[in-house]
Each structure stands twice: as structure tokens, then as C-alpha cells.
């Protein structure tokens, strides 16, 4: 099973920034939390993944609390393309436990103009 | 950029029938998956494969499900004798594998349809 905890929808306006929570009380000190989008019924599309510090790139930034227990994922500018399921999923990089990736439902973000 | 790249984007196929999905995984990636989606649902994890041997499989993976890597460039997924409950979207991914701090890359999957 999934160890996050995401709302299983968000609406955005276009040209706002999107805020994505996810829960991950769980988590150990090892894993880190990772981020993807599915389009449709492409493949999952890799967005940004941290262990403790925040992490900016040039899709989106991932805000992780102090304690690690809760990230968030922000879209600085969402557009309408970026309408899509958002996966929030925590794993460990280290072969010993599989590198596999255990997607839960996801939040639908639904960007509107 | 490097991408992980999968064929045929849609397969149809009678019932009991063999299908094999291919892919080409990221050039200077180790570890290779296979996933899959039924309609409608999560994307669950089926297998992963490292050093030409399965790594982890799940529950899903039974003994109608094998995979291969042939050659230096591709990694296939074969169902022996299909079920209409194969009918999903399986999608290939790649990564540099053990220690790596670098993400999983999916490809952009491949459609079966079981007939």
C-alpha cells in the first residue's frame, strides 16, 4: 500500500500557483519523497523528489516540513497543461528494499481558465 | 533528452494468445520495471530486473508473465497465454539503480487489448 495521504482532488486557476499536500507521517529516515504527474494515460512523468531540504527545479518546487511527516509540491504558474493526477510517493534508494515505486490514487489538479 | 521509449503503443490480441511488449530503456540505466494500469486504476509495480535476473516481482507477476533483456538495448515483458484481465496500459521504466538519487523514468506505455 501507499504510504502517503493526498486529496483525491484540487482545483487551480490558470496563471496561480498550485499547492499539492501530501501526507507521509510514516516515513522513515532513508526514503525520500518523490513527485509525478500522469497526462491522461501517459506515462507517470517525473516532476522533483527531496530528502529534507526543499528542492526547486524548473517544473515545479517540493516543500518538505522539518519534522518530514508532510511535503508540498507548488506549481508557481500552473497552466492548463498541466491538468493531470500528481503522485506524491516515498521510497528508499537503495536496492536492499527494492527500488520500485508504490503509487496510491494521486490528487486530480484540475487547472482552469 | 534521454527518454525511455516503448512499441507498439497499442496491441490487440485474441485470448490465449502470446504478446510481446518491448522496450528500450535509458541508455546508462541499470535497473529496468515493468508496470501496469487497468482502467480507471492505480499504477501497480510488476517486476523489476537488475543484472539480467528479476530483482522483486508482485503478486501479479505469476508464471504467465516473463521478462528478458535480449540484447544490450531492449527489455521485454511477454504474456504467455492472455486473459481478458490483461486488457491495461504497461508502462516501462528505467534507473541508475543502487545508491542512485536519480528518479525512475517511465516511457509512455503500452495499450493491450485482449479480445
Known amino acids: 500500500d501507499a504510504k502517503t495521504t493526498q486529496p483525491p482532488s484540487m482545483d487551480c486557476a490558470e496563471g496561480r500557483a498550485a499547492n499539492l499536500p501530501c501526507n507521509h507521517s510514516t516515513i522513515s529516515g532513508n526514503e525520500y519523497v518523490y513527485w509525478y504527474r500522469q497526462i491522461h494515460s501517459q506515462g507517470p512523468q517525473y516532476i522533483i523528489h527531496g530528502l529534507k531540504n526543499n528542492e526547486t527545479n524548473e517544473m515545479a518546487s517540493l516543500i518538505i516540513t522539518e519534522d518530514r511527516k508532510s511535503s508540498t509540491l507548488i506549481l508557481p504558474h500552473a497552466t492548463l497543461r498541466d491538468t493531470a493526477v500528481y503522485y506524491c510517493?516515498?521510497?528508499?534508494?537503495?536496492?536492499?528494499?527494492?527500488?520500485?515505486?508504490?503509487f496510491g490514487a494521486g490528487t486530480i489538479l484540475r487547472v482552469k481558465s | 533528452e534521454p527518454e525511455v521509449t516503448q512499441t507498439p503503443s497499442h496491441q490487440v490480441t485474441q485470448m490465449g494468445q502470446e504478446v510481446i511488449l518491448r522496450c528500450v530503456p535509458i541508455s546508462n540505466h541499470l535497473y529496468f520495471y515493468w508496470y501496469r494500469q487497468i482502467l480507471g486504476q492505480k499504477v501497480e509495480f510488476l517486476v523489476s530486473f537488475y543484472n539480467n535476473e528479476i530483482s522483486e516481482k508482485s503478486e501479479i507477476f505469476d508464471d504467465q508473465f516473463s521478462v528478458e533483456r535480449p540484447d544490450g538495448s531492449n527489455f521485454t515483458l511477454k504474456i504467455r497465454s492472455t486473459k481478458l484481465e490483461d486488457s491495461a496500459m504497461y508502462f516501462c521504466?528505467?534507473?541508475?539503480?543502487?545508491?542512485?538519487?536519480?528518479?525512475?523514468?517511465f516511457g509512455d506505455g503500452t495499450r493491450l487489448s485482449i479480445l
Open positions: 521504466a528505467s534507473d541508475r539503480g543502487k545508491y542512485s538519487n536519480q528518479p525512475q523514468h
Open positions: 510517493i516515498v521510497r528508499v534508494n537503495q536496492v536492499e528494499y527494492g527500488n520500485k515505486l508504490v
